[in-house]
């Protein structure tokens, strides 16, 4: 199951980057782009088991995410392309990759609710820190943060996968 996690891991990284850099020019990301991107992501996660073996975690956390990210979405905290990279990311590479909590229930809310909370207070950081310019648009680009969240949950995952290797 490593090379199925690996694979999720830098399926979702080079698809966030990708839209990163969509976002961070033009604040907007392509549908095609984003729907080609939730297509690769389960056809990576199908393809590799990985849907089968996680089954309860990634409907966990889809649904949780869908339901959290579209009420975000609809009061205006987030775009659309952030909602549909959180979908992409619950779909191809939900929880913990390196690590797991020992319950895909607990595992899929906790770790999509900190997705969602760390980028939204990651945004919140930045837009703060860009305040003293008037110049710029007020709008800022919340997928480059959220890829930084996503690499920072799993680095975290893999740690305590170390810790918890090293204390057995």
């Known amino acids: 199951m ?3 996690s690996l694979v999720s891991i830098v399926t979702v990284l080079t698809l ?3 839209y990163s850099v969509y976002d961070i020019k033009t604040r ?3 549908n095609r782009l984003t729907l080609a991107g939730l297509i690769i992501g389960f056809l990576v996660a199908s393809i590799t088991g990985h849907i089968m073996v996680n089954i309860e975690l990634h409907i966990v956390s889809l649904v949780f995410m869908m339901g959290v990210s579209l009420v975000l979405f609809r009061i205006g905290a987030i775009g659309g392309a952030d909602y ?3 979908i992409m ?3 191809t590479s939900p ?3 390196l690590f797991s909590l020992g319950n895909q229930l607990l595992e899929g809310i906790i770790v999509s609710g900190f997705e969602i909370l760390l980028t939204l207070l990651g945004g919140a950081m930045v837009s703060r820190h860009r305040a003293g310019n008037q110049k710029q648009d007020k709008t ?3 997928i480059p943060v959220l890829l930084c969240v996503y690499m920072a949950i799993q680095l975290f995952g893999l ?3 170390i810790i918890g290797t090293n204390l057995q």
Do not use: N
């Open 28 to 30: 907007r990301v392509p």
């Open 159 to 161: 740690a305590f996968s």
């Open 16 to 18: 966030l980057a990708l």
């Open 84 to 86: 549909k990279a959180f």
């Open 2 to 4: 490593l090379v199925a």
């Open 140 to 142: 800022i680009a919340l």
């Open 95 to 97: 929880g913990f990759e």
């Open 89 to 91: 990311i619950s779909i």
